[in-house]
Each structure stands twice: as structure tokens, then as C-alpha cells.
């Protein structure tokens, strides 16, 4: 599969070079005929962090290293094979090592909904491409929250899946006790489609019941807490049992653990980058901080997530657990770029404060428009649940969003901006 460069004048396919190049959200388009299959009629991008055979991942670095891959990785095959038509690589953060979008080389992707506010990380191309049309889903990674943390940013839906569900083989590593492969669409009906291409004959049961996280929406901006209470309510008219359960203990016995082992491990994995200096500053010193965890501490932080989650009773009461991807409304672009006056430190935490549990716990988790906020930017709340219940998790995004826009709204700025394009 042949890839080129996002120079609209230079390429076949206008309509999609143009729009990508004046969103910043590829750094390579590639024509791919779909074929027949399960996933025919349905285009995907990648984000650029997948071995394509003939083509080294650039993992939002500018300086590639190692050979180029001899194979596509696992996913790419099975999507191409189920007949999606891959059309692009996504921009992306890079190493996937950051929540807010920020990419100081290629620059950050523009949001459609507004270019002043983030477009949220680490599948920041990803999330950007599909809200803006441009196709149909996309793939993208979770470490921390990297598909849920744009799917906000961007209003769009996202699947974050069980651990081990959608195979890692050919994908860069970043945290691999936490990295997990996953998919942003417009809505869950495209992305019913394409779990059922990792989860085989298995079928979807019913959610009956499920924890509101009150303690984690009331102290969220009174924007995001309405709209995810008035989602909760739509929830309860159709007859479901939700009931109030506290979860802020356990994201804060949680956070610690993810913490330590995301930063050693992502050291472990890349800190012979920062040999050569070309490593942007920010980047730099997080790999420098991981390398400075002590062996055992990393061990103890595994271990202590592991006994969390097999303490974890939640899951014996309910069938999934409600609550919103981030506390804040999206925050604007200076607020996350390190060399701005108006940075913010504990903004650029705050976008993975929701987020992070769930993957330290092994947890599945589906992410969807559920509301806007005071600025005009869209509110996304997450169902999460126990591992393996994906298909549930998904069938009941649908449910909500057969009776809802919220998902299909056309971003605010995205005409403005290919005009000023073009």
C-alpha cells in the first residue's frame, strides 16, 4: 500500500488531502480499494504509530528509528481483510505520550468544533478525522484515556476495549500493561460493527443496572454534571436501575499505581531516545522521570493494580458504571502548551483523571456524546464495565444514541475552516 505525503495540489483524492492538510490531522493519505466483507462500504485511518509493510510508523516523532516493518500489524490485516478501505495515517502526539494533542513538529490538529480549544490526545488525528467527516472510523490507542480524552475534545464515540481483545502485535508500545488498541466513529452502530470482528460469535447481554458516580459529577464543571445526569435519567425512563455509588476512593487508590507504571514502562520502552537530544523538552523529561523509578516500585505499582481489581466488588451489584470522561470542559489551546503564559499543569492532569482507572483495572469502556457545554463544545460521558462486556457496552451506546443527535451534530467551525483552506 502506497503512501503519500498530504500535499493537496499533488494528490488524486482533493477532497480528502485538502480537508486533512487544512485540519492537520494525517501526516499520510493512501488509497486502498475496500473489498468485499463484513466492514466493506466503511473507510478507516490509522493512527501512525501501526507497522505498515514498506513503511515505518513515525509515532509523531520526526526522527524515525529501526527497520521498516516487513508486515502489517495484526489489526490493519483484519481490518483490510474484513474490507475496510484504509485511507490515511493519523496525526498523533508523540510516542502517544501526551492528553492534550500537542505536537510541537507538525503542530497540533485543528479542532473542528473550535481551533482555539485542544482536540485532546493521544489520538488526537484520529479523533479530529472522524469529527470532521473524513471517514468512517478510525483507530487509535488507549493508555491512559487517548481515545476517550479526544472523543470529548472532538464530540465523537469512542471504544476503549477489554485488554487483549484487539491484538497489540505490529503496535508501538508505550505502557504495555496498559496500552490497548481501540476505535473512534461518529456513532456505536459503526462501532458495533467492527467489535465484532475481535469478539467473534460472542453476543451482547443486557446492562440492567448501573452506578451513577455522583462523587466524580458533582464536583465536575456544572455543565458536564448536567449533562451527564440528564443522561443518566434518559437511562432510568427506559428502564434501567441506576443507583448512586461513590468512586472517588478508588480512583485515587488507583492513580498512584497507573502513574508509576505508565512513566517506568514507557521509560523502559523509549528511554534510549533520549540519546540523540531530539526529543522536545516536555517529552524528554517525562522519560527522564520514569527512568528515575526504582525496579521494585514499578513491580509494587503492577501488583497493587492487580489487587484492586480483584477486590473490585462493583462489578458483582452492576452491569456498568456511569460517569463523565473528564471533569473540565475542553480547554483551550494555550492552557496545554507548555511554553504559553496561561499553561496549565494542573489542566493538563486533569484531562486523565477520569480516564486512567480504567485502564489500570483492565476495564472496557465506550465513550459518547451526551450534551454541550457553555462554550459550544461538546460533553462525552463514559459507560464502563467489567472486562469483556464490550458488545454490552456498545449495544447500549446505540440504544442512546437511536434516540439522541447529540453524536451526529456537525461540528461549529469545521466549514470555516476549509474555507479559510481553500
Given at each position: 500500500?502506497?503512501?503519500?505525503?498530504?500535499?493537496?495540489?499533488?494528490?488524486?483524492?482533493?477532497?480528502?488531502?485538502?480537508?486533512?492538510?487544512?485540519?492537520?490531522?494525517?501526516?499520510?493519505?493512501?488509497?486502498?480499494?475496500?473489498?468485499?466483507?463484513p466492514?466493506?462500504?466503511?473507510?478507516?485511518?490509522?493512527?501512525?504509530?501501526?507497522?505498515v509493510?514498506?513503511?515505518?510508523?513515525?509515532c509523531?516523532?520526526?526522527?524515525?528509528?529501526?527497520?521498516?516493518?516487513?508486515?502489517?500489524?495484526a489489526?490493519?490485516?483484519?481490518?483490510?481483510?474484513?474490507?475496510?478501505?484504509?485511507?490515511?495515517?493519523?496525526?498523533?502526539?508523540?510516542?502517544?505520550?501526551?492528553?492534550?494533542?500537542?505536537?510541537?513538529?507538525?503542530?497540533?490538529?485543528?479542532?473542528?468544533?473550535?481551533?482555539?480549544?485542544?482536540?485532546?490526545?493521544?489520538?488526537s488525528?484520529?479523533?479530529?478525522?472522524?469529527?470532521?467527516?473524513?471517514?468512517?472510523?478510525?483507530?487509535?490507542?488507549?493508555?491512559?484515556?487517548?481515545?476517550?480524552?479526544?472523543?470529548?475534545?472532538?464530540?465523537?464515540?469512542?471504544?476503549?476495549?477489554?485488554?487483549?481483545?484487539?491484538?497489540?502485535?505490529?503496535?508501538?508500545?508505550?505502557?504495555?500493561?496498559?496500552?490497548?488498541?481501540?476505535?473512534?466513529?461518529?456513532?456505536?452502530?459503526?462501532?458495533?460493527?467492527?467489535?465484532?470482528?475481535?469478539t467473534?460469535?460472542?453476543?451482547?447481554?443486557?446492562?440492567?443496572?448501573?452506578?451513577?458516580?455522583?462523587?466524580?459529577?458533582a464536583?465536575?464543571?456544572?455543565?458536564?454534571?448536567?449533562?451527564?445526569?440528564?443522561?443518566?435519567?434518559?437511562?432510568?425512563?427506559?428502564?434501567?436501575?441506576?443507583?448512586?455509588?461513590p468512586?472517588?476512593?478508588?480512583?485515587?487508590?488507583?492513580d498512584?499505581?497507573?502513574?508509576?507504571?505508565?512513566?517506568?514502562?514507557s521509560?523502559a520502552?523509549?528511554?534510549?531516545?533520549?540519546?540523540?537530544?531530539?526529543?522536545?523538552?516536555?517529552?524528554?523529561?517525562?522519560?527522564?522521570?520514569?527512568?528515575?523509578?526504582?525496579?521494585?516500585?514499578?513491580?509494587?505499582?503492577?501488583?497493587?493494580?492487580?489487587?484492586?481489581?480483584?477486590?473490585?466488588?462493583?462489578?458483582?451489584?452492576?452491569?456498568?458504571?456511569?460517569?463523565?470522561?473528564?471533569?473540565?470542559?475542553?480547554?483551550?489551546?494555550?492552557?496545554?502548551?507548555?511554553?504559553?503564559?496561561?499553561?496549565?499543569?494542573?489542566?493538563?492532569?486533569?484531562?486523565?483523571?477520569?480516564?486512567?482507572?480504567?485502564?489500570?483495572?483492565?476495564l472496557?469502556?465506550?465513550?459518547?456524546?451526551?450534551?454541550?457545554?457553555?462554550?459550544?463544545?461538546?460533553?462525552?460521558?463514559?459507560?464502563?464495565?467489567?472486562?469483556?462486556?464490550?458488545?454490552?457496552?456498545?449495544?447500549?451506546?446505540?440504544?442512546?444514541?437511536?434516540?439522541?443527535?447529540?453524536?451526529?451534530?456537525?461540528?461549529?467551525?469545521?466549514?470555516?475552516?476549509?474555507e479559510?483552506?481553500?
Amino acid at each position: 500500500m502506497l503512501a503519500t505525503p498530504l500535499r493537496a495540489a499533488e494528490t488524486p483524492s482533493l477532497a480528502l488531502a485538502g480537508r486533512a492538510a487544512a485540519l492537520r490531522c494525517l501526516v499520510e493519505r493512501c488509497d486502498a480499494p475496500g473489498r468485499s466483507g463484513p466492514l466493506a462500504g466503511l473507510s478507516y485511518v490509522a493512527k501512525d504509530l501501526l507497522d505498515v509493510a514498506g513503511r515505518r510508523p513515525g509515532c509523531g516523532l520526526t526522527a524515525g528509528a529501526g527497520g521498516v516493518p516487513q508486515r502489517d500489524a495484526a489489526v490493519l490485516s483484519m481490518l483490510d481483510m474484513a474490507g475496510a478501505a484504509r485511507c490515511g495515517y493519523a496525526q498523533m502526539t508523540p510516542l502517544a505520550f501526551e492528553p492534550s494533542g500537542g505536537n510541537a513538529a507538525y503542530g497540533r490538529p485543528l479542532n473542528p468544533w473550535n481551533p482555539a480549544r485542544i482536540c485532546g490526545g493521544s489520538s488526537s488525528g484520529s479523533a479530529v478525522a472522524v469529527a470532521a467527516g473524513l471517514t468512517d472510523f478510525a483507530i487509535g490507542s488507549d493508555t491512559a484515556g487517548s481515545l476517550r480524552i479526544p472523543a470529548q475534545c472532538c464530540g465523537v464515540t469512542a471504544w476503549k476495549p477489554t485488554p487483549g481483545l484487539v491484538p497489540l502485535a505490529g503496535a508501538m508500545a508505550l505502557s504495555p500493561s496498559l496500552d490497548v488498541l481501540g476505535f473512534l466513529a461518529r456513532g456505536a452502530r459503526t462501532l458495533e460493527r467492527v467489535a465484532a470482528l475481535f469478539t467473534g460469535s460472542k453476543s451482547a447481554q443486557p446492562i440492567a443496572t448501573i452506578a451513577v458516580a455522583n462523587d466524580l459529577i458533582a464536583p465536575s464543571d456544572p455543565t458536564i454534571a448536567r449533562a451527564v445526569e440528564n443522561l443518566a435519567t434518559r437511562l432510568k425512563v427506559g428502564g434501567r436501575r441506576l443507583t448512586p455509588e461513590p468512586l472517588a476512593a478508588l480512583l485515587k487508590a488507583c492513580d498512584g499505581p497507573v502513574l508509576d507504571v505508565l512513566q517506568a514502562e514507557s521509560a523502559a520502552e523509549h528511554g534510549w531516545r533520549l540519546a540523540d537530544g531530539t526529543l522536545e523538552p516536555t517529552l524528554a523529561a517525562r522519560l527522564r522521570k520514569g527512568l528515575a523509578i526504582p525496579p521494585e516500585q514499578a513491580i509494587e505499582a503492577r501488583a497493587r493494580l492487580k489487587a484492586i481489581a480483584g477486590a473490585l466488588s462493583l462489578f458483582r451489584q452492576h452491569d456498568a458504571i456511569l460517569l463523565p470522561v473528564m471533569p473540565i470542559v475542553t480547554p483551550e489551546v494555550a492552557a496545554c502548551e507548555p511554553g504559553s503564559p496561561a499553561f496549565s499543569g494542573r489542566t493538563l492532569y486533569a484531562l486523565s483523571a477520569y480516564t486512567r482507572f480504567v485502564n489500570g483495572l483492565g476495564l472496557a469502556a465506550v465513550a459518547l456524546p451526551c450534551g454541550f457545554d457553555e462554550n459550544g463544545m461538546p460533553i462525552v460521558a463514559q459507560l464502563v464495565g467489567p472486562a469483556g462486556s464490550d458488545l454490552s457496552l456498545l449495544a447500549l451506546a446505540a440504544e442512546i444514541q437511536r434516540d439522541s443527535d447529540w453524536h451526529a451534530v456537525r461540528p461549529a467551525a469545521l466549514d470555516s475552516l476549509l474555507e479559510a483552506s481553500s
